[in-house]
Each structure stands twice: as structure tokens, then as C-alpha cells.
């Protein structure tokens, strides 16, 4: 049986589909097969030699050591989807923030405490916080998946016309989206066209700082910026420069930092995106499905350092083995199988950047002397036989 080790508070639900699913729970296991986690930091974390799999509740990995796990032939999932809802709806609420400065009106009301005839005061001082309705304005989302999507979709319902740029785009994502959102060939239509943008895009190498001086160049004078995905998707020196002048009329950011703090038209909010029972719920029990069926059957689903791949099972044994993505390592393993006169009742290979995965269904069991020779190889960081 399966141990799994869970680390912060996991939502019940998430729990009951580990026992559901027959896999033993012990918050003080010391070499767990799974880890099921949130916002614990791994990163000098020691893992025992058994551990096949990190599950994050949750979407960012930066809490993960993901390239050492991935050269230890451990799989990293991520709960990508699960919390959409409430990101949409947090996306919604900061399309009125950017828009009408309600968070300084509350405040200002808030400060007449203990003050007579705030109704008049009220009336008479209520047109500082006025800002324009967001019916017929122009919102243009970089990044279309899972949330990106829902948002543009109800957007459309507020009376938005809506601009999506997204080159990596899913097959599951466009079916998703409403027809009349448009298509931007690249960012600069974005910039060009939209008085609200949206950036729901996951932070990288090649992401990072992607809203800077230059871009905010492009955009209409008043823009206003909604970045509920990663703080350093844009540049702050940047931004309070374009704050500054007026190109930028509010941002709302859901990652707060020293600098932006007390700035004039920042509106930050407490990384409240996934922030709701339904979402902590959802991804709980996704976590939980993605680890179980990767300890049962070595299949991956919103692998974060490995290929997606799923695979019925069929035949005795299941081979599964992560290796770098090199020529011939295929042909290697079958001819380790052949050897033995084992049939492949059916298999699948798929590659992630340098690193493949590969799973072998066989016709009857795997004798531990393959096994061996598999782990043996220079090119394979593990290996292991599913009965």
C-alpha cells in the first residue's frame, strides 16, 4: 500500500479521496511514496529514497525544487483548472476596482467616523472617486487558459469587447471560448487596442518583466492593468513611471511587495485569487486523483516537470520509466523485453524538452533482472514495474 504524506492544511475532501482511494495517510511518514502539499517550501527539504510524486494543491510550483526532483525521477503535478472559478471571479471584481475607485471611496467614508452629516459630506465629495463602467470598453486578456478563458467569456456578457492573445493556446481552451472573442495575432494589437488589459500568464524566463517601459508605450493613455497571475510578470519601476504620467490610469495586482505599497492608483489585494472553500476543495481532490493514479497506473495528468500521459491499462506488468530524451532509448527497452520473449501488449512515449516519459504494458510479468538493466542506463533517472 501507498503512503502519502501530506504537509499544511489539506481540505478534508482532498483527504477522503486518498482513503477512497486506498492510500494511507501519515502526516509523519519519513519516506513517504507521495507528497500531497500547498504553500510548504521544499526546497531544502531532504526526500527519501521512495518518493515518486509531489502533488501541489494549487497552481505555482515556486515552493518545488522541480529540476532536482525531475533529475531524482520524481513527478511534480500541479492542480492547473482548479481554482478557475474563483479566479474569474476575482478577475470580475478587479475589472470594477481598475475602473471606478471604489477601494478609495470606501476608505474616505470609513475616515468621517464619529464625524455628523457624512450624508451631505457624502453627496458633496462623492465625485473624487468617479470612474468610467466597464459596458463597451475594450479588455484585452494575454494568457487563454483555464482562467483566461472564463474570463473572456463573461466579459463578453458585460458588454466587453474582448481581444485574446494566446500562441500556446489548447485545443480544450478554444472550445471553451465564446466565438466573438477575437483573436490578436500578437501583443501589440493588445497593447493597441484595449483600454483594460489582462495578463493571466504563468511567470518564467521568457514571461517575466513582460510589461515594461516599452510595452506600456503601446498602450492608450489611461490604460488600466489587472495582473492576478504573478507579481513579476510586470516591472514596477516601469509601471509607477507610467502611473506617474498617466499612461496607466489604476493597476490592480493581486501580489503586493514593499514597493508598490502606498502607491497612488495601485490597488493590491492579499493573493486572494484561489481564496474560497470551493477552490481549496477542488484542488485538494485534484491533487489527490492525479497522485493516486500516478502511484497506481504511472499515469500523469497537469504534469508540471514531466509529459502529460495517460494510458489504459492492459497485459500483466506496467513499465515506467523517466529518461532523458535522447535517440534509440526506446528501441533499448523493447529489446530488453524481446529478449525475454515478453510481448508489449501496448505502450506510449512523450517527450518534455530533454526529458521523455515512457510506459509498457507486457503480456505477462517483468523478471527484476530487466528492471535492473533499465536503472542501470546513464540516460534514465528511474524506473519501475506497475503489477
Known amino acids: 500500500m501507498f503512503e502519502v504524506k501530506t504537509m499544511n492544511n489539506i481540505a478534508q475532501q482532498g483527504l477522503d479521496e486518498l482513503a477512497a482511494r486506498g492510500l494511507t495517510v501519515n502526516v509523519e511518514a519519513e519516506n513517504p511514496d507521495g507528497l500531497l502539499i500547498r504553500s510548504a517550501k521544499l526546497h531544502d527539504a531532504v526526500f527519501g529514497d521512495k518518493l ?48 471606478r475607485d ?23 465629495g462623492k465625485s ?12 484585452g486578456i494575454i494568457g487563454l487558459g483555464a482562467i483566461g478563458s472564463l474570463v473572456a467569456n463573461a466579459a463578453t456578457e458585460l458588454g466587453m469587447t474582448v481581444f485574446g492573445y494566446d500562441p500556446y493556446m489548447s485545443v480544450d481552451a478554444a472550445w471553451r471560448l465564446n466565438s466573438v472573442v477575437r483573436h490578436a495575432d500578437d501583443l501589440d494589437t493588445i497593447f493597441r487596442e484595449s483600454d483594460y488589459i489582462m495578463v493571466q500568464v504563468h511567470c518564467n524566463d521568457e514571461t517575466r518583466g513582460m510589461l515594461g517601459a516599452e510595452q506600456f508605450a503601446k498602450m492608450k493613455d489611461g490604460v488600466r492593468i489587472i495582473n492576478l497571475a504573478r507579481g513579476e510578470l510586470v516591472n514596477d519601476e516601469a509601471l509607477i513611471a507610467a502611473i506617474d504620467v498617466g499612461k496607466v490610469a489604476r493597476y490592480v495586482t493581486d501580489f503586493p511587495n514593499d514597493r508598490l505599497v502606498g502607491i497612488a492608483n495601485v490597488v493590491a489585494m492579499p493573493h486572494l485569487g484561489a481564496s474560497t472553500p470551493e477552490s481549496e476543495e477542488k484542488c485538494a481532490v485534484m491533487a489527490a486523483q492525479e497522485l493516486a493514479d500516478y502511484l497506481y497506473n504511472g499515469n500523469i495528468k497537469n504534469g508540471v516537470n514531466l509529459p502529460n500521459v495517460s494510458l489504459e491499462r492492459a497485459g500483466v506488468a506496467r513499465i515506467c520509466v523517466i529518461h532523458k530524451n535522447v535517440p534509440r532509448m526506446i528501441n533499448r527497452f523493447l529489446d530488453l523485453i524481446g529478449d525475454q520473449n515478453i510481448n508489449v501488449e501496448h505502450m506510449i512515449n512523450k517527450p518534455r524538452g530533454d526529458v521523455a516519459y515512457t510506459i509498457i504494458d507486457t503480456g505477462s510479468d517483468i523478471p527484476a533482472e530487466i528492471e535492473e538493466k533499465i536503472a542501470a542506463m546513464q540516460e534514465v533517472m528511474r524506473v519501475r514495474v506497475i503489477r
Do not use: H
Not at 115 to 120: C, F, N, T
Open 52 to 99: 515518486l510524486a509531489i502533488a501541489r494543491a494549487g497552481v505555482g510550483t515556486d515552493n518545488v525544487p522541480v529540476a532536482r526532483c525531475t533529475e531524482a525521477g520524481i513527478a511534480v503535478f500541479n492542480t492547473a483548472g482548479a481554482n478557475a472559478e474563483a479566479v474569474k471571479e476575482l478577475a470580475l471584481c478587479a475589472l470594477l476596482l481598475g475602473s
Open 128 to 139: 473624487a472617486y468617479v470612474g468610467p463602467e466597464i459596458n463597451g470598453k475594450t479588455l
Open 102 to 124: 471604489i477601494v478609495g471611496g470606501i476608505e474616505w467614508v470609513k475616515s468621517m467616523q464619529g464625524e455628523e452629516g457624512i450624508a451631505a459630506k457624502v453627496e458633496k
